[in-house]
Structures are given as C-alpha cells and as structure tokens.
C-alpha cells in the first residue's frame, strides 16, 4: 500500500489525537489520554513549540504518526525523544513504520 511521510499541520491534531488513543487502547490505558486537540495544537505549533510531529498519509487518511521533542542527555548533550510511533492496525507489515523512523533519525 502506497504512503507518504509529511510533517504534521494544525489541521492534521484531531487525527493525531484518534492515533494516541487507539495506542492507548491497545496499551489497555484508554482512559489515560487526558490531552485534547487544542494542547496538540498549542504545544506542537509556533515560535514556542514543544515537539514536532511526522505523520504517514495513505489515500488521504493518516495512518501513523511518530511524535517527537527536544532532551538534554548529561551523556550526548541535546538528543530528540521519541515519545510515540503509531501505525494504524491495516497498514502494519507496509514499511510504513520505519519509513516514520527514518524521517525521525533524517530530523
């Protein structure tokens, strides 16, 4: 199945959103996810964001997404934390996943 990586837009969060919790419903967490579409939307864009989000689009629907923020390692100095990399159930075993993976270690 045919795929594009992107970096995510505003418009994309309500989307983002459904991805976290479907992952919490597969981590038998589901009512843990307590951050709405307007957190997404404030900490992810502008001059003061807090991360940066990928997402994998197939047929004009986003089926995975891989989201990512800044650390400091007393070891290494500044490095990228990998909070979350979700691919939707029909497109595991597509390469999608690791295509997200590369787009995060190319960051």
Do not use: N
Request: net charge negative; with cysteine.
């Amino acid at each position: 199945m045919d795929f594009k990586i992107r970096s995510a837009v505003e418009a994309d969060m309500p989307h983002v959103l459904q991805l976290v919790q479907e992952l919490a419903v597969f981590e038998k967490e589901a009512d843990a996810v307590e951050i709405s579409v307007e957190d997404l939307k404030k900490d992810g864009f502008g001059a003061d964001k807090l991360f940066d989000c990928f997402v994998g689009e197939s047929q004009g629907d986003l089926v995975g997404m891989a989201l990512i923020y800044p650390r400091y390692s007393t070891w290494k100095g500044p490095v990228i934390h990998l909070e979350d990399l979700i691919v939707t159930e029909r497109m595991r075993g597509s390469g999608l996943g690791s295509a997200l993976l590369a787009e995060v270690v190319k960051y």
